[in-house]
């Protein structure tokens, strides 16, 4: 753990930048007044967001995926929007291998590029579900699969159906409007539903660990976008208090609702967040 920690945020400063960031669209929150039955249901897959421009991958953050040609060469010249994944509860595993400016081609043979867009695609999501669908056929690379969507009757069964995936190792389970034209953006089209709330914040400082964590860090001093300053110390490995997170570095963390003072309730530490 420790040596990929270090190795993580080496990369922070000898990533190969795109020309621009991919303009994506981004979910919000799931709100339960909704008509699930107009929804296309699907995982959330925990892995590394990657934009295919009809020649490379580039990342969320606008990195180039430095991807082994034998993986790509069975993706179309159109673009496409998807995870790269290698599955349930293996994200730091994902990032570490499809973040290295050198491929390691024995680790990319485990990794599959799941779709669930196609990019300024006319048609509804509906269409553009079935049109990923032929376009994987029509290609027959064994990289390049789509995230499977189903029908839920309604938001009893939905809540029934995250609760077993995520008892399985899923991370929760997104929801796209039936009739969305494609747009960028964060929109209400698409919805992220988990039993937990996440966010990010960056780390300011550390607070000196007690007993048995003594000479380690305890907690992470963080700090969020609006400026709200809290510390994080549950979910902290042995490993990250002895080595923990640069100041400056993003992390993210997961908690339950806000305090009447609008920090978060139980936060925790969920993971180190690659600048990619």
Known sequence: MIRLLTFLLALCSVQITATTKPDLLLAEVYQENIE????WVSEKLDGVRA?????????RGGNIIAAPEWFTAGFPEQPLDGELWLGRNKFADTLSIVSKQQAVASEWQHIRYYLFELPNAAGTFSERSRALQTIVQQQNSRYLMVVPQFRIKDNTVLLARLNELESAGAEGLMLHHQDALYKTGRSSDLLKLKTYQDSEARVIGYRPGKGKYRGMVGALVVKTPDGREFAIGSGLTDALRQSPPEIGATVTYRYNGLTKNGLPRFARFLRLNQPF
């Open 51 to 59: 934009f295919w421009n009809g020649e490379q991958l580039i990342s």
């Open 36 to 39: 699930v039955q107009q929804y």
